[in-house]
């Protein structure tokens, strides 16, 4: 690199044809061709890279044609641990994304390793094959993990679901008499099961209750967490329906090793900062499964008796090295889902529809839970699933309590607010200044534009800027300043309420008590 530089400026871009080039081997050296992506040093037209792999060779040129590329990095990975070579393939990902979008339309990108047994590329036509390779299917989505870029049209009909319609959201406004939540009208809740047979029924007079939950991993929730307490809390308001929230401190015990004493702490600061979102207090029942499995137990174990091990394994992947705990756990979390789980609010041997909102990686659960339903002599619950929640430093970091910048937690300062957006959060702006008024962002892969599309209710400022950052007249630090303002704004209300709700109140929600029922609230047995 020092020897090929002799003072001019180092760029990157297509050659005209005048360049030179000094390979590593004789075969290798030469012009590169006409359009051939390379850096050069300006001043003498010193080629100091080009065809990117001297393995891959001709599949590794690229040109502005360019449809598809081969890198070798076999070479890599005895020193290179495959995690970190898959995140700079991220990365990668990411940098073509933000600064190939054309018209508004990100390019499609898919990402896959070839092998010998699967060498699934035209080694001989290079760059002039017509189709790109098969899309990546790296993407894992389970109740427990989510990794890679997620699909959510391919993963809605994998898990044989259906989308929410404007149809089914203008239902929802015509019998609530309410405009729909910003999750709706966004497409965030996008997809559901039997929706319209709830509806259905709600119609007929037919009553229905919520269930969702909530997994007690850290001292405090984030941004994040929010989303499906902050729409369960609407959908509560609106239908005026009761709803039981479920803390899976078992899940957590076995599936990630914390301790009991401190999943007791952890639930009960989470239950505060749950009930800081807003439930009534005569329409709710928050309950911890260490302290309720008991009176949910019969139901457990008859869902358990419909589930073999073979079906267990296929559904959530289990091992024969998972503990007997964790195989036995989904009945656990399904059995919420039947009426008859909470005798001291619906009765003993009531059947009242369940409509339960949830992130769509908890479906597995709830496919199992309406599968034994009807054996069982109880209703299916109605499901309705919501999109994923990004990371802070973008869609291939993971949030984590143990990463404080990896999201904005319910407990941060206006302070921490304003240092984790302007230093963390990723941007889809261009990058520099001159490069985004020239040519745009892309609000689709930045992190504080896709924030405020949770959390910014007005509809059109939201187009406005989305519209704005796309052709450049609105700059990424318009959105981040945004994104404080908003971000602050929900943080202040949410934690005085925090502050409002005392141990007494806890206490309250997580009596076993009954619950006082609206009027057109009708148990049938």
């Excluded at 994923?388 to 206006?414: C, E, R, V, W, Y």
């Excluded at 534009?449 to 950052?469: A, P, T």
Aim: glycine content about 8%; overall charge negative; charged content about 25%.
């Amino acid at each position: 690199y020092q020897r090929r530089v002799h003072g001019g400026e180092v760029t990157v871009g297509p050659a005209d044809g005048s360049e030179t080039f000094e390979g590593f081997q004789a075969e290798d050296s030469g012009a590169p061709a006409i359009g051939e992506i390379c850096y050069l040093e300006t001043t003498s037209k010193k080629v100091i890279t080009r065809m990117w792999n001297t393995k891959a060779g001709k599949l590794s040129t690229v040109t502005l044609d360019t449809k598809s590329v081969a890198f070798d990095v076999d070479c890599f990975l005895d020193s290179c641990p495959k995690d970190n070579l898959d995140k700079a393939i991220a990365d990668l990902v990411q940098a073509i994304n933000q600064f190939c979008s054309e018209e508004g339309n990100a390019p499609v990108i898919s990402v896959h390793y070839l092998t010998k047994e699967s060498p699934s590329f035209d080694t001989e036509g290079g760059n002039d094959t017509e189709e790109a390779p098969a899309p990546a299917t790296d993407t894992k989505v389970t109740p427990w993990a989510v990794e890679g870029v997620v699909d959510y049209e391919k993963l809605m009909r994998d898990f044989g679901c259906d989308p929410i319609t404007q149809q089914i959201i203008d239902r929802i406004q015509r019998l609530t008499g309410h405009k729909a939540h910003r999750f709706l009208r966004r497409g965030l809740f996008y997809s559901h099961r039997d929706i319209n047979e709830l509806l259905d029924r709600y119609e007929k007079g037919e009553p229905f209750y919520l269930y969702t939950g909530r997994g007690p991993s850290s001292e405090s929730m984030h941004l994040g967490h929010l989303v499906p307490f902050q729409f369960t809390q609407w959908l509560q308001q609106v239908f005026k329906v009761p709803c039981v929230i479920q803390l899976t401190d078992d899940e957590k015990f076995l599936f990630r090793g914390n301790t009991i004493e401190e999943l007791k702490r952890m639930t009960r600061n989470n239950v505060r900062e749950i009930i800081a979102c807003g439930f009534d207090p005569e329409l709710t029942f928050i309950f911890s499964d260490f302290e309720y499995v008991g009176h949910m137990y019969k139901n457990i174990v008859r869902i358990q008796s419909c589930v073999t091990a073979s079906q267990a394994r296929g559904i959530f992947g289990f091992t024969m090295s998972d503990s007997i705990g964790k195989w036995a756990f989904p009945a656990v979390q399904a059995a919420p889902s039947f009426s008859s789980s909470f005798p001291h609010i619906f009765g003993a041997d009531s059947k009242i529809f369940c409509l339960i909102p949830q992130a769509i990686d908890q479906d597995p659960y709830f496919r199992m839970t309406r599968d034994v339903a009807p054996r069982l002599g109880f209703l299916k619950p109605a499901l309705i699933h919501s999109k994923f929640f990004p990371s802070l430093q973008g869609p291939k970091s993971k949030m984590s309590s143990s990463n404080t910048n990896s999201a904005i937690f319910l407990t941060d300062t206006p302070s921490d607010v304003e240092k984790k957006v302007l230093k963390y959060a990723f941007s889809g702006g261009g990058a520099t200044k001159e490069i985004h008024l020239a040519h745009g962002g892309n609000p689709d892969v930045d992190v504080p534009y896709q924030y405020l599309k949770f959390f910014l209710e007005d509809d059109q400022k939201l187009e406005e800027l989305y519209h704005g950052y796309r052709c450049g007249t609105v700059l990424t630090g318009e959105i981040k300043k945004m994104l404080i303002e908003v971000a602050c704004g929900i943080l202040a209300e949410h934690q005085k309420r925090r502050l409002e709700t005392t141990d007494e109140v806890i206490d309250k929600f997580m009596s076993i008590r009954p619950l006082t029922l609206p009027s057109h609230f009708v148990i049938n047995k």
